[in-house]
């Protein structure tokens, strides 16, 4: 029999028994929405995941350090880290050179300083943090209060609501007001210094020039209030409370930790950074222009390891969520072999006249295999959609939860084209095979018993 | 005269069935030749092994022992799927209780045969309304077995019979779930189908009447055994 007739007479017979064949499709529908739901989630979380950590930058970044004041990342220094008296220093040629490098997008120094900040005539201690204008799209700042900075180099502050919270009762009303941060500048020593000791001894010493510090204000306006940190995620550099303009920052030239040091060591003629990010194009990039860096001499750290481990972690997730999403799919493959093995009791004459009108055992067979496929389809397909539903459904509740947690929504179900198609196929599959006894037990019939049934 | 040529020969066919430890034999060694075009009736009490032989002759059982020869063919022999192919392209068979497909409307249940034999969709059409039409239910096409009296019913299958115009046609007792009419114009039927389309027709019945009114030749089957062969009408 020809395949089209064949799925014809197997929807003709479905259609036949509408009830209890509407219920079997159901309980493969049910199956599949179970394991369609559960992989959503599993797919939409770790989308979720992907997404947030792949907008962070964490992912597509290589910090680096000088070897000589290499903090680490948690981990021991080795001894291929550890300082070196010939290591380079990471200033402005440093920087140059990085951004050279094939695959990177930008570089730019952590700025971050400790400082005062005055509001209203309330006089607050906090850490400053300068934010590189990449950093807009990172998503750190959706559901903020107010608006990312309006350029590179406005004179412009985003506060965290911690930071807000002890300037204000109201944070929210901070935004388009204007603060006044107290700060230390460092600049180069002017030669007309009154105190000519110093210089001669530095001369003498062999270490030409010198550093000042000089206090300073600046008024920045207030653009927005965040919750979250937008620094946070990578040891000892978060912690911050107020953001500027990475460019913003750096004109403020504020005096680092490392600056006396430069000056003891003889270089702080040329400003050197503690730390610079290069951001790559992609997390796959990484480990090749990381290997480019250290290539150059510098101290480099990576969190593309933990992607690695974060990718494990979703694998198994993902496994264990398609295991029990089986499970149901398997208890529906039984609700097929039932309904198939009924039906052959109940159309035992039936397949004793297809055979005798010429039907072979595998015609005979291919009808209640073609039966039990159809019924994967349908049920696949309603499955699907199902599956779909509920993980709308979850997405919405936890959207509402987060809202009244004062949070951005989410989407924490996902899905994908692949997995609708894989469902169905899936669906189809277990179906079939759940149908595979039944038709051979079918195609067996003999036609004279099968003709004698009543 | 017409020379005879032989279209079905069964050789000491045998069939034999195991209940337990007892054997039964439903048919004892009959040798039966059927002519082409011939019109011949097995009669015989109920259980002398007529319908045991007609369903080996239509290939739905297979001897015990003995050859059924149709066109060089021992269905004895043949592989499953050959005698289903005998059974779809060869034979026609019409049955007491009807057997149409209460499912599907009389001319799904005609249509059925072409299905199985892979006839064009085109085709299909046209020879389903020409077998309805030889049997005269035309108006009835659209109609489920249910919606159709017995006689009518009995029209269909036979209409299911003929539309794949097989070689010979065997009827396991058409009239047993008739009334005396209906049974007349079903046998009527036949005899017509016989001489038009100058088909084989292997009948069992057990009404000697109907037999000796409509058959060419009687062979009369009792305890498994054929007692006669019979003579032609």
Redesign the interface.
């Known amino acids: 029999?020809?395949t089209r007739?064949l799925s014809e007479?197997a929807v003709?017979?479905l259609r036949?028994a509408v009830l209890r064949n509407s219920l079997t499709t159901l309980g493969v529908a049910v199956g599949v929405a179970s394991l369609v739901a559960m992989l959503s989630l599993g797919v939409g979380l770790q989308t979720l995941a992907s997404q947030r950590l792949t907008r962070s930058g964490l992912f597509d970044a290589v910090f680096v350090t000088s070897q000589r004041n290499f903090r680490g990342s948690g981990r021991p220094p080795s001894t291929e880290s550890a300082p070196k008296k010939d290591s380079r220093p990471l200033d402005e040629d440093a920087r140059q050179q990085l951004s050279k490098l094939s695959n990177v997008t930008e570089v730019y120094p952590q700025i971050r300083f400790v400082t005062g900040v005055r509001y209203a005539g309330k006089s607050e201690s906090t850490a400053v943090l300068g934010l590189p204008d990449s950093s807009r799209s990172s998503g750190a700042f959706e559901g903020m209060t107010g608006a990312f900075f309006s350029s590179p180099t406005a004179e412009e502050a985003i506060l965290q609501i911690e930071f807000a919270k002890t300037l204000s009762d109201q944070p929210a009303s901070l935004v388009g007001k204007e603060l006044t941060l107290h700060y230390a500048e460092r600049s180069a020593l002017p030669k007309n210094a009154s105190d000519e000791d110093i210089l001669d001894s530095m001369m003498a010493s062999g270490t030409p020039g010198g550093i000042s510090i000089v206090p300073r204000e600046k008024n920045l306006r207030i653009v927005g209030v965040i919750e979250s940190d937008p620094s946070a995620g990578i040891g000892g550099f978060g912690g911050a409370r107020v953001y500027l303009p990475l460019k913003t920052a750096e004109q403020l030239h504020v005096a680092q930790p490392d600056d006396l040091q430069a000056f003891l060591s003889g270089n702080s003629a040329k400003p050197s950074y503690m730390a610079l990010t290069v951001r790559v194009h992609s997390p796959k990039d990484v480990p090749q222009v990381e290997a480019a860096i250290k290539q150059l001499g510098f101290a480099t750290f990576s969190l593309l390891d933990a992607t690695k481990s974060l990718r494990l972690v979703f694998t198994v997730f993902d496994l264990f969520l398609g295991l029990f999403g089986s499970l149901a799919l398997t208890v529906a493959s039984l609700g097929i072999i039932n309904t198939l093995v009924m039906a052959i009791l109940e159309r035992r004459?039936?397949i004793?006249?297809?055979?005798?009108?010429?039907?072979?055992?595998?015609?005979v067979g291919s009808l209640f295999f073609a039966e039990a496929g159809v019924m994967g389809l349908f049920g696949g397909f309603f499955g699907v959609a199902l599956g779909w539903l509920i993980g709308s459904a979850l997405t919405w509740g936890t959207t509402i939860y987060l809202h009244r947690q004062n949070l951005p929504g989410v989407k924490i179900s996902y899905v994908p084209w692949w997995l609708a198609l894989s469902a169905i196929g899936f669906a189809i599959i277990v179906s079939l095979v759940a149908g595979l006894y039944p038709a051979v037990r079918a195609a067996r019939l003999?036609?004279?018993d099968a003709?004698r049934y009543e | 005269m017409p020379i005879a040529t032989t279209f079905l020969q069964a050789e000491s066919v045998s069939r034999e069935y195991r209940l337990g430890e007892t054997i039964i034999r439903a048919v004892d060694a009959v040798s039966l030749t059927v002519e082409k075009g011939e019109f011949i009736a097995l009669l015989g009490s109920s259980g002398s092994g007529k319908s045991t032989l007609l369903s080996m002759m239509a290939g739905l059982d297979r001897p015990t022992s003995g050859a059924i020869r149709v066109q060089e063919h021992n269905l004895a022999e043949l592989a499953a799927d050959d005698l289903a192919r005998y059974r779809r392209e060869t034979v026609g068979m019409v049955f007491q209780s009807f057997n149409l497909l209460p499912r599907m409307t009389l001319e799904e249940n005609v249509e059925l045969p072409l299905r199985l034999a892979e006839v064009h969709r085109q085709e299909r059409a046209s020879r389903v309304g020409e077998a309805l039409e030889r049997v005269g239910l035309g108006a009835r096409r659209k109609h489920r077995p249910s919606e159709l009296s017995g006689g009518e019913q009995q029209r269909g299958a036979l209409a299911r019979a003929l539309v794949n115009r097989p070689a010979i046609l065997f009827a396991d007792e058409p009239t047993g779930n008739l009334d005396s009419v209906n049974g007349e114009q079903i046998l009527l039927l036949l005899r017509e189908i016989q001489d038009s389309l100058g088909m084989t027709i292997i009948m069992v019945t057990h009404e000697r009447p109907l037999a000796e009114k409509f058959a060419n030749r009687i062979a009369l089957l009792s305890d498994g055994r054929l007692v006669s062969n019979g003579a032609h009408h």
């Open positions: 029999m020809k007739d007479l003709r017979n036949e004459r039936e004793g006249i297809l055979k005798a009108l010429g039907a072979t055992d595998r015609d003999n036609p004279i003709l």
